[in-house]
């Protein structure tokens, strides 16, 4: 009887996951469509706020699938450039980061930082901390993405920041700093357990009025 329990378990668990999935998936056709449709509307602040939103659903439905991405292997590991990661981040959201009120910066002193992972992760790992630089930078400064050859990759900004005493709890699964805001609160649980399962570290430094800066350290190859 106890071997039959967990083996519903498993099955709930399985069907779980998989409905997660597909549901990733089917959303993000729609969200695609409604995108290029409001892109193509006449420029006003009405098109830009839907544009926000629309940007939202895609990424919580990134983070859905980011949910069942995460189980990494070590045969999953390979060299990966933190140079190009960055980079690559920085040139693909910049016009997200500029339409919300921000510059967008990269900076980086070398050619290239290896480290081994998975490049998909760990892509999605500084993407989600952009985004949550643009939902919580107050809109105003630069968000600076800065590779440095100890092996470190940091996102910052120049927002309200953060009191130290959120400093641990928001890397809680839905936990969020203020109720109104309109995310679910996955994000940097999900940066936090990309970088666990690569065996690197990650902490936030910051303070009320000196905006935030999340730093992920990886072993460099």
Known sequence: AFNGALRRLDHGYERHKR???DAA???RTPIAILQTRLEGLIDSGDKERLLED????A???EQLLDLQR?????EDMAPVDLVGIGARVASDLAP???MAGYDMSFVCDVDKVQVLGDQAALER???NLVQNAIAHGGRKGTITIHVEPSGAISVCDEGPGIAAEHHER???PFHRLQAHNRGVGLGLNIVREIVQRHKGRIAVSSGPGKGACFRMTFTVI
């Open 19 to 21: 409905f997660l999935t």
């Open 25 to 27: 998936h089917e959303l």
């Open 54 to 57: 629309v940007s939202r659903l």
């Open 59 to 61: 990424t919580l439905a």
């Open 70 to 74: 995460l189980d990494l292997h070590p």
């Open 96 to 98: 997200l980061a500029i």
């Open 125 to 127: 790992a500084v993407i």
């Open 170 to 172: 928001i890397f809680e």
